[in-house]
């Protein structure tokens, strides 16, 4: 089978759908090129988007081809023919959730490994997002955005979605475990939101790096953004990001890994991650991150290369668990604080070192 065919089967990859765009140049328009008026007067369109249009021909001005580089006019008529995804429904699915406490007002999972949070590209079903609706008894599908406002760039039209603000508070990455809290109404996720805003959440991580940590406690304190190289990855950069602060401490050391307990001070994607790599010892596990493979220029050994090699086969994620969670009861104000414990693969994992490569 084609890989087109298979993606036209997929329901995470409706087929596109051509959508006609008009406009009209205004009398005070200044000349500028027609790629650039084209992305600058319809929302979401990205100017290599436009100019893949324009040489495929579905780009007109005046009822004819044009150039990327040809200067609109005043009064010119410009129709767009543009292939767009359909707009994303939240279906609700009956997907079962591990609950750790449920009331009127929130409900606290357990999330496991490979769970997307809410919809996006590649990702309309499946998600956490569509199990809680329909555990909330919520049965025909929400349409919420254009499919072509959830790019890569951005999650925000998906999360400011009346249809789902009022459940998803915080996140957690695909392939990263552990507690999750959810607001059932409005008003729980507005006071929920707030804590996460003003730091009073406290949420622990653990997780097993590469290399053996030297400091027993640590912090790190950088500034966030887009990786340069890859727009879907993060990194640390010297302007333009977001402060982001880890703490940790070491747990354990192993001949070649160290088991941490991490601690979120702001909770910014992919923070965890992006830290660890930048002080050289990256999760493992951690495909986009460098943690895929152990640094095998430490491993001196055959012995010590094939226990290394044997981690990177017990788990095929980043090796990071949302272990506790505590927050203050949207309603009555009182402290909850839920723990889990770890998931199959790093339970493996941990005792696999623990017997095998401890110091």
């Not at 249009?53 to 007109?60: H, N, Q, R, V, Y």
């Not at 490979?114 to 599908?141: D, F, K």
């Not at 949302?322 to 998931?343: C, D």
Request: net charge neutral; charged share 25%.
């Amino acid at each position: 089978m084609k890989a087109e065919s298979i993606l036209d089967s997929d329901p995470n990859y409706p087929p596109l759908e051509e959508h006609v765009v008009e406009l009209h140049v205004p009398p005070a328009q200044r000349p500028v090129r027609l790629d650039v008026y084209v992305t600058e007067s319809i929302r979401h369109a990205t100017r290599t988007r436009v100019q893949e249009a324009i040489e495929a021909g579905m780009i007109s001005v005046n009822g004819r081809a044009a150039k990327a580089s040809y200067r609109v006019q005043p009064g010119d008529r410009i129709v767009c023919r543009l292939l767009r995804r359909p707009p994303i429904e939240l279906l609700p699915e009956p997907i079962p959730l591990d609950i750790l406490f449920e009331d009127e007002d929130v409900l606290v999972i357990n999330k496991p490994a490979g769970m997307v949070v809410h919809p996006a590209h590649g990702n309309r079903t499946g998600t956490l997002v569509n199990a809680v609706l329909y555990h909330l008894g919520i049965r025909t599908p929400i349409s919420i955005a254009d499919s072509d406002e959830l790019d890569e760039e951005s999650e925000s039209s998906i999360l400011a979605s009346a249809a789902v603000r009022p459940g998803i508070v915080h996140r957690l990455d695909k392939d990263t475990s552990g507690v999750m809290v959810i607001a059932k109404h409005e008003d729980a996720s507005m006071r929920l939101s707030r804590q996460f805003a003003e730091r009073r959440v406290h949420r622990l991580y653990h997780g097993f790096v590469w290399g053996i940590v030297g400091n027993d406690e640590g912090r790190i304190e950088t500034q966030l953004g887009r990786s340069p190289r890859n727009r879907k990855l993060f990194a640390v950069v010297s302007q333009g990001g977001k402060p982001a602060i880890t703490t940790y401490r070491v747990r354990a050391r192993y001949r070649f890994a160290t088991f941490l307990e991490l601690k979120l001070h702001t909770g910014r994607t992919h923070q965890i991650r992006v830290h660890m790599a930048h002080i050289g010892h990256p999760l493992i596990g951690d495909e986009s991150y460098g943690g895929a493979s152990p640094g095998w220029g430490g491993l001196q050994t055959n012995t010590l290369r094939s226990l290394a090699h044997k981690c990177c086969t017990l788990i095929q994620r980043q090796a990071l668990h949302a272990s506790v969670l505590g927050f203050f009861h949207p309603r009555s104000g009182q402290y909850l604080e839920f723990t889990t414990p770890f998931p199959p693969d790093m339970q493996q994992l941990s005792e696999f070192l623990e017997h095998n490569a401890k110091e």
